[in-house]
């Protein structure tokens, strides 16, 4: 271990004769140590516009409630569903729909608040390492009749990154359309973040699902499912 030497030395001036003299205090080394151990317990989910508060979240889609993230090192601990309800007709007959959005309770409060829809990303590995977050759209919207929405794209619309850093400045997420072949679109990595704590977000009104005017479109529940892939990667 690299030692910091500290020298601590004072000259004392004694005039008793014409003559003078010096006393040196002799110089002493001392140890620092710093102690970080990795955080294996449960996350707390955060308000990603106010990471300072816990929150309880309620899933749109199955109404379940969640305030703790998964254990381990390096995990993502919350992602809120997509439920697609309110459209409207474009100029060429399109449909465009956008997500409901995220309900959640302030824990300390107990108030009700609407959150954007956001990711959660934990990393307490106590190392420099880094991580990169890539998503899929694993098949196109089917219904429970097997019938496909041909032509359908979701488009996740520009969003925000913020951390549980003190002082970080949020930044944009570009705009990305998804592939309902399963191909791969890159999200965002840990170079864009300082704290332990990592939130990806998007306004509900940002997040779209066109539907062609031509698609069979049959009064029925249509589902997709999505793939987040939390990468470990070397720090850059």
């Given at each position: 271990m690299n030692k910091k030497i500290i020298s601590f030395g004072f000259c004392l001036l004694i005039l008793l004769f014409p003559g003078v003299v010096f006393a040196q205090l002799d110089n002493y080394q001392t140890s620092g140590l710093l102690a970080v151990t990795a955080n294996e317990g449960e996350t707390a989910l955060l308000n990603p516009l106010n990471p300072a508060q816990e929150v309880i979240v309620k899933d749109p889609i199955s109404g379940a409630s969640f305030s703790n993230g998964e254990k381990g090192l390096l995990t993502i601990d919350y992602i809120s569903n997509f439920k697609f309800s309110e459209y409207e007709k474009t100029r060429d007959g399109q449909l465009s729909f956008h997500s409901e959005k995220q309900p959640a309770v302030i824990k300390e409060t107990q108030q009700e608040e609407d959150l954007p829809l956001f990711i959660q990303i934990s990393d307490t590995r106590g190392q420099l390492g880094g991580w990169e977050l890539l998503l899929h759209q694993d098949h196109q919207f089917t219904s429970d009749q097997m019938n496909v929405l041909n032509g359908a794209q979701v488009e996740l619309g520009e969003g925000r990154l913020n951390d549980n850093s003190t002082g970080h400045q949020e930044d944009i997420v570009p705009a990305m359309l998804l592939h309902p072949d399963g191909e791969a679109v890159y999200?965002?990595?840990?170079?864009?973040?300082?704290?332990?704590?990592?939130?990806?977000?998007?306004?509900p009104t940002a997040v779209h699902l066109t539907v062609p005017s031509q698609s069979d479109k049959g009064d029925s529940n249509y589902r997709t499912s999505f793939h987040w892939q939390l990468a470990d990667v070397p720090q850059a």
């Open positions: 999200v965002t990595d840990s170079s864009k973040f300082q704290g332990t704590t990592a939130f990806v977000y998007w306004k």
